[in-house]
């Protein structure tokens, strides 16, 4: 199963939760979260196990979001 999420920022309890998932037999996962705030800063080296990761900033970034995750095809 390919599990795409598009999110407005990781935390250290949704990172747990997607690390469990993507443990499952059969997933496979596709991320997308706005970068790190300084409001809610996270050592980025914690969702590095992911790889399938799209980090975004603003609207810019949009089409290499649409791109990859058109290519996961989840």
Do not use: K
């Amino acid at each position: 199963m390919r599990i795409a999420v598009l999110w407005t920022g990781l935390s250290g309890y949704l990172n747990a939760c997607l690390r469990e998932l993507a443990s499952r037999p059969d997933v496979e996962l596709f991320i997308a979260h706005n970068a790190t705030s300084e409001l809610a800063p996270f050592d980025d080296s914690i969702f590095a196990w992911m790889e399938n990761r799209v980090v975004w900033r603003d609207a810019g970034d949009f089409p290499l979001l649409q791109s990859r995750l058109t290519a996961f095809d989840p």
